[in-house]
């Protein structure tokens, strides 16, 4: 089974700090994805990697950044946390290409206080 | 930018009733895939339509795409406890690896 896996069920931090949240996969998928997700605005795409070192915006990528450095893993950084960053983070992987079924991580519920 | 609309946003019906979500999408879609999420669980995928008008069935679920690749929906059969959850669509535009997701409905199922 494809396990995606993201390093942290919940997290607290403050206003202000740099937050990291790390998303692995083991089945070798090119595409990873961050997504946010709130009450009533779905899924919300913030960036998207197709192959290693490589990314592209999604919907609504301002005060986020991503690295890919290596195939297996998609982080998702917030440069300076802001209460409106208060979310469920969710990673997910696909295999290749835009028809192939997404994989999801658990999530990471972030708060910002 | 794509957006991907569903209606309803929420919806409460009794175990044994029919329920119904559908998906609008503002461009013309490649594919689309519907994922249901159970509460405190994570999206998990459904199934996948890629032709026009096709209609796809698993067991008490009827996925239909429309003929204009730009809308879709998804038919619950007498419902059970057990589909309780946030049902997603999600729009892929051909030529990209974009995943744009659905607003969601939220279905309880009231025993």
């Known amino acids: 089974d494809v396990k995606v896996t993201q390093s942290s069920r919940y997290l607290v931090k403050r206003t202000g700090e740099k937050v990291f949240l790390e998303c692995v996969q083991d089945m070798d998928h090119e595409n990873m994805f961050w997504y946010r997700q709130d009450p009533g605005l779905g899924l919300r795409l913030i960036y998207f990697?197709?192959?290693?070192?490589?990314?592209e915006k999604g919907d609504i990528p301002e005060g986020y950044s991503v690295s890919r450095e290596k195939k297996e893993r998609f982080s998702l950084i917030l440069e300076s946390a802001s209460t409106n960053q208060t979310s469920m983070y969710l990673c997910?992987?696909?295999?290749?290409?835009?028809?192939?079924?997404?994989?999801f991580g658990q999530g990471t519920r972030l708060t910002v206080v | 930018g794509q957006q991907v609309m569903q209606i309803p946003q929420y919806q409460h019906v009794q175990e044994g009733e029919d329920f119904t979500t559908y998906c609008n999408s503002s461009t013309t879609l490649s594919n689309i895939q519907w994922y249901k999420q159970r509460p405190g669980g994570h999206p998990v995928f459904l199934i996948q339509l890629v032709k026009s008008g096709e209609v796809k069935k698993q067991k008490r679920l009827t996925f239909q795409f429309g003929e204009a690749k730009k809308n879709s929906s998804l038919h619950i059969t007498a419902t059970q406890t057990t589909d309780v959850g946030t049902y997603f669509c999600a729009g892929i535009t051909s030529g990209t690896y974009k995943y744009i997701f659905g607003t969601g409905t939220r279905l309880k199922v009231l025993a």
């Open positions: 990697s197709y192959d290693v070192k490589m990314k």
């Open positions: 997910a992987s696909s295999l290749w290409g835009g028809n192939t079924e997404a994989f």
